[in-house]
C-alpha cells in the first residue's frame, strides 16, 4: 500500500473510491477483531484515543492466531502494509466515519498492585473455589520422591503449594507479596493442623528485590512467577539459594503454542523458558534433569516450561 491510498483513506474527498469502498468491506470485520483483540486479550480500560505501538504489536500476534497466516497476510497487504500500521489504523477510523474507543495500552504491569486487587477480588468472591485448589502437578510429580530438608516456594500465591510441602514433611519458606494471598494460605495450613501450619514461615517479600540466602535450600519452586526483568536473572537467583545436592524447580507458561503456533494467554507475560534457564545455569554446577516443553492438561490452553536441575556443588 502506498501513502497515496492512506491519503485517499482519510480525505473525505475519497471516501466513496470504489477501491477504498472495497478494501473497507474486507477490511472490516478484521479490524473490529482487531480493535477487540486490544481489549478481550489485553484486559485494559476503554480509553479514547489509539493503540500504543505495543498495543498493535500484541493485537496482531492474537490475529495471527486466530486468522492464520495466510489470512493475516491477505488482510495486511490490504490495510496493514509494513511500517505504517499506525496510520492505516488511524485512516481506517476515520474513514469509516464513526468514533471508535481504541484501547491506549500502557506497559503491561503484573506489579504487587495488580496482584493484591487481584488476589483480594479472588479470594473475596471465590474463597472456597481457591481453597479446594490442587496443588501443582508439576510439583508433586517432581518433588515426590526428595528427601524432605529445607524449601523455599517462592511467589507461594495461595499457598496450596507451600502446604503439600509441609505436609510431606518440608520446612518451607513461603514468599509473595500478596498479603491476602498470604493470610489465605497461613489459614489454610492452621486449618490443616499444626504440625503443617509450624514448619511455615509465611514472607511478604517481592520476589525482584529479594533475595535468599545462598546455598540455604534443599528445594527451591517457583512456579508460573511472572518475571520482573530478565529470565535468565531470576533463574540465578533463585538458584544461588539452592544447597549443593538440592533441587531447583521452576514452570513457566509458554506465550506460544510450539504445537499450533497460537498465541496463549500468557501472551503478554514474561515467565521462566527452557531456553532462558538453561542459558542461566552453569553446566558445570548444575545436572540438568528435565528442561522441556509440557502440554497442560486442558487442551487448547498451551504448554507449560518444566525445568528441574540438581546442584552438583
Known amino acids: 500500500m502506498r501513502w497515496s491510498r492512506v491519503r485517499q483513506l482519510v480525505d473525505p474527498r475519497e471516501a466513496h473510491h470504489p477501491a477504498i469502498v472495497d478494501m473497507r468491506s474486507r477490511a472490516r470485520h478484521t479490524m473490529e477483531q482487531f480493535v477487540d483483540s486490544l481489549g478481550t486479550f489485553l484486559k485494559l480500560p476503554i480509553e479514547e484515543g489509539l493503540s500504543s505501538e505495543d498495543a498493535v504489536v500484541r493485537a496482531m500476534a492474537l490475529l495471527d492466531a486466530r486468522l492464520g497466516k495466510r489470512r493475516l497476510a491477505a488482510f495486511r497487504a490490504d490495510l496493514l502494509a509494513t511500517g505504517i500500521e499506525r496510520a492505516c489504523l488511524r485512516a481506517w477510523l ?50 515426590a520422591n526428595l528427601p524432605p530438608g529445607r524449601a523455599l516456594d517462592a ?56 533475595t535468599a540466602e545462598p546455598g540455604q535450600y534443599d ?56 531456553e532462558g534457564a538453561v542459558a542461566a545455569l552453569d553446566s558445570n554446577v548444575w545436572e540438568l534433569l528435565v528442561a522441556e516443553e509440557r502440554p497442560r492438561a486442558v487442551a487448547g490452553t498451551g504448554v507449560d516450561a518444566a525445568i528441574r536441575a540438581r546442584r552438583r556443588t
Not at 484501547?103 to 498492585?113: A, E, G, H, I, Q
Not at 510431606?168 to 503443617?196: I, K, T
Not at 514472607?203 to 525482584?208: G, K, N, Q, R, T
Open 219 to 274: 528445594l527451591v519452586v517457583c512456579l508460573y512467577v511472572h518475571v520482573a526483568g530478565a529470565v535468565e536473572d531470576m533463574v540465578r537467583r533463585m538458584a544461588n539459594g539452592v544447597a549443593p545436592g538440592g533441587t531447583l524447580f521452576l514452570v513457566g507458561h509458554r506465550p506460544i503454542d510450539p504445537s499450533t503456533g497460537a498465541a496463549t494467554a500468557a501472551a503478554s507475560q514474561v515467565h521462566v523458558s527452557v
Open 155 to 210: 511467589g507461594c500465591g495461595h499457598g496450596a503449594d507451600t502446604i503439600w510441602l509441609a505436609a510431606h514433611g518440608w520446612q518451607v519458606a513461603a514468599v509473595d507479596f500478596s498479603a491476602a494471598a498470604l493470610a489465605h494460605g497461613r489459614s489454610m495450613a492452621e486449618a490443616a493442623g499444626a504440625d503443617v501450619a509450624e514448619r511455615i514461615d509465611w514472607i511478604e517479600s517481592d520476589l525482584a528485590t529479594w
Open 94 to 143: 476515520d474513514g469509516e466515519g464513526f468514533r471508535v474507543n481504541a484501547l491506549v495500552m500502557t506497559k503491561s504491569k503484573f506489579d504487587r498492585d495488580f496482584w493484591e486487587q487481584l488476589w483480594s477480588k479472588t479470594l473475596r468472591e471465590h474463597a472456597g473455589k481457591v481453597a479446594r485448589r490442587p496443588p501443582n502437578a508439576h510439583l508433586t510429580a517432581e518433588a
